[in-house]
């Protein structure tokens, strides 16, 4: 097959419609994103439904404070830790094909995460999930790299794939919230169920297989190490996020094992003629820039929004649903900046755009230090919507300035690092926000008059345990350890806040290393145009190279 597109036959039929739909440079490479963006927005919506549902699940399962940590925490852990494996996977044994499986096995999970009666068992549903999300979400990304070849294109679809991101992490409150005002907190899983069976069946229909760079064998030690490493890495810091120390056992094991393996694996990478991930792609100032931006601003605000639901109802006494909706102008504002990045970014170049987003971030977080004991909707509402316009911009500049550094050839290698990017700084977030909560709330309830010191030592681990202690003591001293864990709780969300304002400021200046114009010459020449007919022509191989593209056509016949 050759490198363009050919005429549309006169006379159509089914069979020659879904000819169209599997070749993913035709006109319906649009009809593909819609179906990739769907299946995206339910792992996003899982990534962060659990958040306003953590008071029911505590009072229902009654979890401990580091068990509290891993059912939140564990899905992006594992997701994080085998990105890469199943993206380099899928370019072995096709994309289509594992994100089929990841489909089945998220809503496996999702069952078992419903009728979860204890937490472990809740805590390997969402094991489970992340594991299902990991096959998912590398694919998203790379076929979007892939049927988009043209710049200006792809810089829309990218805009439009981040927008559904947003939405979803930021609609998972909202739909969390209604389901919990109606059912019990399981449904917020149910609801996957049909989803992922609905995506299943239509993805197997549309979707076209597509491979990558099959050169050499799978280095299946490679990965392994690679998971193991990421996951090591992840869990020594979520459990200094739970109160176990820096200097634990549990800490500084997990730590340095995770670092030992990452070191292990850098090694073996570039000593291999074939490696898992092209670790040269780091040595590109924007690609290596890019990655770092995203880290930051997932690290800044994952763990920031859940500190925050519960700030909504813990605090402010809303419901779930009351704190969905609040959070809806965040999701209004971060699909205007996922949509308005196409337009913004050719004529604020990287550089601007990216800086420009974390400044706007840094901006909403500081508005919001002066939340207080008070319900101030509007001051909510000012800092929701410019910190979700500024993280969106942010990420949306580095999204695609990452892909546009790399070759069709290494797209499924580059998705997978810039979504386990984005997953492990979101993982690390939780962490690192609970840890510095955990430092600022602890002390404000060390003595509380009337509140034996084991009850205080309970009661130090949250604000939901504080307030389920408090039930169990006499009026005045229940009353006492209300409003003083109610303090501490505010003052430790001051101190996240401006944690995360700081780091936002940190990915500022990284981003000055960003290229400071759009530039559409690379990797093509003709990236950046489109052929009248408005169907994207992929430029053809250099000789001797097994182009990506290429791969994919000769598999749709």
């Known amino acids: 097959m050759s490198g363009t597109t050919t005429a549309a036959p006169t006379r159509p039929s089914a069979s020659r419609f879904l000819a169209q739909l599997n070749r993913p440079e035709g006109a319906n490479r649009w009809v593909v994103l819609i179906v990739l963006c769907v299946s995206l927005a339910i792992v996003a919506i899982d990534s962060t439904v659990l958040h306003v549902a953590v008071p029911a699940v505590t009072e229902d399962l009654k979890p401990g404070a580091i068990q509290l940590l891993w059912i939140v925490d564990v899905y992006p852990l594992v ?5 890469i494996l199943f993206g380099t996977l899928g370019d072995r044994v096709g994309r ?38 990991a096959m998912i979400m590398p694919a998203t990304l ?23 991101a947003a939405v979803g992490a930021a609609a998972g409150p909202l739909l969390g919230g209604f389901l919990l005002e109606h059912y019990w907190w399981g449904a917020v899983f149910l609801i996957n169920i049909p989803l992922m069976f609905g995506s299943l069946l239509v993805g197997r229909w549309l979707l076209p297989e597509s491979f990558g760079d099959r050169d050499g064998p799978w280095d299946v030690v490679g990965a392994l190490m690679a998971a193991g490493g990421l996951f090591g890495m992840v869990l020594g810091v979520k459990r200094a996020g739970g109160g176990e120390g820096v200097l634990s056992g549990m ?23 074939h490696p898992l991930v092209d670790l040269t792609l780091f040595s590109r100032p924007a690609f290596g820039t890019s990655v770092g931006c995203i880290i930051l601003a997932m690290l800044a605000l994952v763990g920031l929004m859940l500190i925050a639901a519960q700030y909504l109802q813990l605090v402010l006494g809303l419901s779930p649903l009351q704190t969905g909706l609040r959070m809806v102008p965040l999701t209004l504002a971060a699909m205007a900046g996922g949509l308005s990045g196409s337009t913004l970014l050719p004529k604020l170049g990287p550089r601007r755009m990216v800086a420009f987003g974390f400044c706007l971030t840094a901006l909403g977080v500081l508005t919001l230090t002066f939340m207080g004991h008070q319900d101030n909707w509007l001051l909510l509402l000012t800092g929701f919507v410019v910190l979700g316009f500024g993280l969106q911009t942010t990420l949306f500049g580095s999204y695609e300035s990452m892909l546009s550094e790399v070759p069709q050839g290494q797209a499924g290698g580059a998705a997978a690092i810039g979504e386990t990017s984005y997953q492990l700084g979101g993982g690390i977030g939780i962490a690192f926000i609970g840890s510095v909560m955990n430092a600022a709330y602890g002390p404000g309830i060390s003595a509380v008059p009337g509140v034996p010191s084991a009850d205080l030592e309970n009661a130090r681990h949250s604000l939901g345990e504080a307030y389920e202690v408090s039930h169990h003591l006499d009026g005045g001293a229940g009353a006492a350890l209300r409003e003083a864990a109610k303090s501490s709780f505010v003052h430790g969300l001051h101190v996240t806040l401006l944690a995360s304002a700081g780091l936002l400021l940190v990915g500022a200046l990284a981003a000055l290393k960003l290229p400071r114009t759009m530039d559409c010459s690379a990797p093509a020449a003709d990236e950046c145009e489109t052929p009248a007919s408005g169907i994207a022509e992929i430029p053809a191989p250099a000789s001797g190279a097994r182009d990506r593209t290429a791969v994919a056509a000769e598999s749709t016949g």
């Not at 500084?252 to 291999?272: D, E, M, S």
């Open 251 to 273: 800490t500084v094991v997990p730590l340095v094992l995770g670092a030992l393996l990452l070191f292990l694996f850098v090694r073996r990478q570039r000593r291999r003629k």
């Open 142 to 164: 790379s076929i979007v790299r892939q049927v988009f070849p043209d710049r200006r294109e792809r810089a829309l679809a990218i805009g439009i794939w981040s927008a559904v």
């Open 96 to 133: 289509r094909k594992v994100l089929l499986i990841g489909y089945a096995a998220f809503g496996v999970a999702s069952l078992m995460a419903a009728l979860a009666h204890d937490p472990q068992l809740l805590i390997a549903a969402r094991a489970l999930l992340g594991l299902g999300g």
């Open 79 to 83: 997701c994080a830790s085998l990105l």
